[in-house]
């Protein structure tokens, strides 16, 4: 591997294409770690290098006049012997196509935290001049805790610039506008389309445009898609207005700016939720839903399709698989297992598959898994839909749909695991310093995460071996939770 590029010394591969990589890199002068977005020309052939390099420019110059929390900030431009590049902010974060799951909706609180950060970030860089022009969930970076960065503005629009010709169409099919395939000019009201389309996969687990290019261009120019809570009947109306206007065939129907959208998206969640705005439990869900992907533990067998097709860890273990569960899982939960991820996915977003798994290791039927389960879903609306779910699952699996959780919680269950279900606070407390201590040691496995962890764990038990038992089972692995307990037991 390259050893360093002009004044940066590279540390690692980021990522890689057909034109360049991307570098984990470290600027010594000042001691900061950056992104190094790269294109090598002779991997090109001269007019492609030419085009590419004036693009890469612009990227530059684009990003380099955005100082905002959401957008990815560009530190440097420069040419060295062969190699063209751009220093950058370092995120330490995943793509959002990474968590969306077919034909599963988003955590609704994540989609909108998601899309309002998103938002506010459009508005800035359009008040600045510049239109990214392909906005789409391979260029939204989200971090540990949640925070959303913009990034690739390689084929923006900078007002007055002539190094995007009009009538290039430039951009991704699937999330493009009608003047984008055109050949028209284009304005910010080109993102706010392009986000309009990223909100409506993120509410409904689909994209409102599907198929070839061609089919895709068709539907963009001339269909209106299916209404967002058709496809999720459980979603308020009041989204299909929000997202009709941001998908406007026609410019001047859309919204004027990305804060007027951010604004009607706000007031169509208040809509929903009865006048309750985002609360601190909705902000514990939405980082929850932007935690990475997990690693599946063992890898597929080689005559495996996800191994036959080249598909991607995530891929290979995606909702509705059992590759969560051991070898060793019983009959009843391999068979129930795949239709229980995907509901408990619908109330609390992908990390549905870690807590499946580490709950079902010591379940002993379906419902007594069930009962482990609810304490993770906060509200009790989504607590009664996570178990009418279960009993229609258990009901098209042909068992029986009298569940054993009502004997329990009828009498059979004690106190503190009432209280643990109804998200209720114990008689005994757990000290701020043991609960600190306890974060700082489940972070060092899990990063940001685990504050949400904690506080959770805390509202479930008051005993100190419990609570340290509860975070623990959210490491995967035998030998971190093992490392993990001995640690904080020393504590």
């Known amino acids: ?124 860089a359009h008040a600045r001049g510049v239109v990214h022009r392909d906005i789409k969930p391979a260029n939204v970076l989200i971090t540990g805790d949640a925070q959303v960065k913009i990034t690739d503005f390689g084929i923006a629009k900078i007002e ?163 590759g969560a569960l051991t070898a060793s899982a019983p009959p009843w939960l391999v068979e129930v297992a795949p239709e229980l991820q995907v509901a408990l996915s619908m109330q609390i977003g992908p990390m549905a598959r870690l807590l499946l798994k580490n709950a079902a290791r010591d379940a002993t039927d379906v419902d007594d898994l069930v009962t482990r389960l609810l304490p993770h879903i906060s509200s009790e609306q989504g607590q009664a839909q996570f178990q009418d779910s279960v009993k229609a699952i258990k009901k098209k699996l042909g068992w029986s749909t009298l569940s054993t959780m009502g004997a329990r919680m009828s009498g059979n269950t004690p106190a503190t695991q009432l209280s643990q279900m109804s998200g209720s606070p114990t008689l005994l407390q757990l000290s701020p310093e043991l609960m600190d201590a306890a974060q700082h040691a489940l972070a060092a496995y899990i990063g940001p995460i685990a504050k949400v962890m904690v506080k959770r764990a805390s509202k479930l038990t008051g005993s100190r071996a419990e609570f340290y038992r509860l975070l623990a089972e959210n490491l995967p692995d035998d030998a971190d939770r093992a490392r993990f307990l001995k640690e904080v037991k020393a504590t």
């Not at 030419?50 to 560009?74: D, K, M, T, Y």
């Open 1 to 124: 591997m390259i050893e360093k590029i002009g004044k940066y010394r590279i540390d690692g591969v980021l990522g890689s294409g057909a034109m360049g990589v991307v570098y984990k890199a470290y600027d010594a002068n000042i001691a900061r770690v950056v992104a190094l977005k790269t294109i090598r020309s002779e991997l090109l052939d001269g007019l492609q290098e030419s085009e590419l390099v004036a693009r890469f420019r612009n990227e530059a110059q684009a990003s380099g006049r955005l100082v905002h929390p959401n957008i990815v900030a560009v530190y440097d431009f420069g040419e060295v012997e062969d190699t063209t590049y751009i220093a950058m902010e370092f995120v330490d974060g995943t793509a959002l196509n990474a968590f969306l799951v077919p034909n599963v909706p988003m955590d609704l609180s994540a989609c909108v935290t998601c899309m309002t950060q998103l938002l506010r970030a459009l508005d800035y």
């Open 160 to 322: 007055s610039s002539t190094l995007t010709q009009i009538g290039a169409v430039i951009g991704t099919p699937s999330y493009m506008s009608p003047e984008q395939f055109r050949g028209e000019s284009v304005d910010g009201r080109s993102d706010i389309f392009a986000a309009g389309i990223v909100l409506y996969q993120m509410l409904t687990g689909v994209r409102p445009f599907t198929g070839a290019a061609s089919a895709v261009m068709h539907q963009i120019i001339n269909e209106a898609p299916v209404n967002p809570s058709e496809r999720q009947p459980g979603l308020h109306p009041a989204f299909d207005a929000v997202l009709h206007k941001a998908m406007a065939k026609r410019v001047e129907d859309r919204y004027p700016s990305a804060a007027a959208f951010m604004d009607a998206l706000t007031a169509a969640h208040l809509q929903h939720t009865g006048g309750t705005p985002i609360t601190e439990e909705d902000n514990e869900r939405t980082v929850l839903a932007f935690q990475k992907p997990v690693r599946p533990t063992s890898p597929p067998r080689q005559d495996s399709p996800a191994s036959q097709s080249g598909s991607s860890p995530a891929a290979a273990s995606a909702p509705g698989s059992s």
